[in-house]
Nanobody, 119 residues
Framework: QVQLVESGGGLVQPGGSLRLSCAASGSMFSIYTMGWYRQAPGKERELVATIARSGSTDYADSLKGRFTISRDNAKSTVSLQMNSLKPEDTAVYYC?????????????WGPGTQVTVSS
């Protein structure tokens, strides 16, 4: 099993910044992709950004330029720097990892951290 612990959510004013972090631990051979997804009230969960072990990144088109994803392979952590936040960024943000196991790959989700952008 793999455990994901997220941190860094909270309340921020429009235009402000937040940094989310997620630490993975447990039984895994290697972490392939790490990423962040979000789900706003009444909407489906959507991709925010992912980062491969090589450092290659993928972002939702609407978030490019405001959000930056990074990872530390040695610490099995992934972070999301969010700048120029807007009210529409309000959502629960979920950490996601794809790991190698003895029987293949497996995807894990964190419990989610609330981000609220409001004045």
């Amino acid at each position: 099993q793999v455990q994901l612990v997220e941190s860094g959510g909270g309340l921020v004013q429009p235009g402000g910044s937040l940094r989310l972090s997620c630490a993975a631990s447990g039984s895994m051979f290697s972490i392939y992709t790490m990423g962040w997804y979000r789900q706003a009230p009444g909407k489906e969960r959507e991709l925010v950004a992912t980062i491969a072990r090589s450092g290659s990144t993928d972002y939702a088109d609407s978030l490019k330029g405001r959000f930056t994803i990074s990872r530390d392979n040695a610490k099995s952590t992934v972070s999301l720097q969010m700048n120029s936040l807007k009210p529409e960024d309000t959502a629960v943000y979920y950490c996601n990892v794809v790991v190698a196991t003895s029987i293949g790959t497996k995807t894990y989700w964190g419990p989610g951290t609330q981000v609220t952008v409001s004045s």
